[in-house]
């Protein structure tokens, strides 16, 4: 199905206790994809999160954190959702697969919105023809997998070199609301799962970070983070995940498809963000090799 990798990594394993994901942001189309979506310039500039990538690189560089990037669009597969996530109604032949286990659909596959993409508000149904027999293991096999693997082994040796890690997983959303008023929408949110995936004190630090750098900042609300913080964090075992949700219209132009003015300004928050929180961590690891 493709020719290229499913993921890039960029710097050095344990070079860092925080390591950066972006699943969201491929843009690596076979043709076979672009051939069946029903909109495809529309699509893709929904579905990506768009350019974040770039800002994820510029942060990776200025502070050494390995950044793990994936180079299949979301269109193809969601790297943040399950593999059982799946509307297979979408898939020739196996529309009733998904009722095999017991189990209702989720609320992300019923909004259109699982493993595979099927429909987004506005647009209607996304793809021309069904997937055929075998087409999604294969992404699972090639892409989900190996990503996932990758994304591990990098927060393994993060934790086994600081003795602590933190994932920070990147995406962009689109605009909440008005940037103006008391209600203003956020330029940020922040999602540790309800508190389940990131020390409560890791989470604060971000959000009051970014509050004094003069961003509007929420938390969890209305993103608290998906499979990325749920099958890799593991507070207890000094594993944490946060999930970084950037507005787009902070860093890309007024048509929210190409990178605007204000991209080097985000990048630069997040990169003394990340500093900061590598700071934390170090101390982190001080006081534990002192017990």
Same mark, same amino acid.
């Given at each position: 199905?493709?020719?290229?990798?499913?993921?890039?990594?960029?710097?050095?394993?344990?070079?860092?206790?925080?390591?950066?994901?972006?699943?969201?942001?491929?843009?690596?189309?076979?043709?076979?994809?672009?051939?069946?979506?029903?909109?495809?310039?529309? =699509?893709?500039?929904?579905?990506?999160?768009?350019?974040?990538?770039?800002?994820?690189?510029?942060?990776?560089?200025?502070?050494?954190?390995?950044?793990?990037?994936?180079?299949?669009?979301?269109? /193809?597969?969601?790297?943040?959702?399950?593999?059982?996530?799946?509307?297979?109604?979408? /898939?020739?032949?196996?529309? =009733?697969?998904?009722?095999?286990?017991? +189990?209702?659909? +989720?609320?992300? /596959?019923? +909004?259109?919105?699982?493993?595979?993409?099927?429909?987004?508000?506005?647009?209607?149904?996304?793809?021309?023809?069904?997937? /055929?027999?075998?087409?999604?293991?294969?992404?699972?096999?090639?892409?989900? @997998?190996?990503?996932?693997?990758?994304?591990?082994?990098?927060? @393994?040796?993060?934790?086994?070199?600081?003795?602590?890690?933190?994932?920070?997983?990147?995406?962009?959303?689109?605009?909440?609301?008005?940037?103006?008023?008391?209600?203003?929408?956020?330029?940020?949110?922040?999602?540790?799962?309800?508190?389940?995936?990131?020390?409560?004190?890791?989470?604060?630090?971000?959000?009051?970070?970014?509050?004094?750098?003069?961003?509007?900042?929420?938390?969890?609300?209305?993103?608290?983070?998906?499979?990325?913080?749920?099958?890799?964090?593991?507070?207890?075992?000094?594993?944490?995940?946060?999930?970084?949700?950037?507005?787009?219209?902070?860093?890309?132009?007024?048509?929210?498809?190409?990178?605007? +003015?204000?991209?080097?300004?985000? =990048? @630069?928050?997040?990169?003394?963000?990340?500093?900061?929180?590598?700071?934390?961590?170090?101390?982190?690891?001080?006081?534990?090799?002192?017990?």
């Amino acid at each position: 199905m493709h020719a290229w990798p499913a993921y890039h990594i960029r710097g050095r394993s344990a070079a860092s206790p925080i390591v950066l994901s972006v699943p969201h942001a491929g843009r690596a189309y076979p043709a076979s994809i672009i051939q069946n979506l029903r909109n495809p310039a529309n =699509a893709s500039l929904r579905l990506e999160d768009r350019y974040v990538d770039r800002v994820a690189t510029y942060v990776a560089a200025e502070t050494g954190a390995p950044l793990l990037l994936a180079n299949a669009p979301r269109a /193809v597969i969601d790297l943040n959702r399950a593999p059982n996530e799946m509307d297979w109604s979408m /898939v020739k032949g196996e529309a =009733a697969r998904g009722f095999r286990s017991g +189990s209702p659909p +989720s609320r992300r /596959v019923q +909004s259109g919105l699982g493993l595979v993409p099927r429909r987004l508000a506005g647009m209607g149904e996304l793809w021309r023809q069904p997937l /055929v027999k075998g087409e999604v293991e294969a992404r699972l096999s090639g892409i989900h @997998r190996p990503y996932h693997i990758a994304l591990e082994r990098l927060i @393994r040796a993060a934790r086994q070199g600081w003795g602590t890690a933190l994932l920070l997983d990147i995406h962009s959303m689109p605009p909440l609301g008005p940037k103006s008023g008391p209600d203003a929408a956020p330029d940020f949110v922040l999602g540790d799962r309800f508190g389940g995936a990131c020390d409560a004190r890791l989470s604060t630090l971000a959000a009051e970070f970014l509050s004094a750098a003069g961003w509007r900042v929420t938390h969890n609300r209305p993103y608290a983070g998906g499979y990325v913080l749920d099958r890799h964090s593991a507070p207890s075992s000094a594993i944490h995940a946060l999930q970084i949700e950037i507005c787009r219209s902070t860093y890309l132009d007024e048509d929210m498809s190409e990178p605007g +003015s204000g991209l080097p300004l985000i =990048a @630069r928050c997040l990169a003394s963000m990340v500093r900061m929180l590598e700071d934390e961590l170090a101390g982190w690891s001080e006081a534990q090799a002192a017990e």
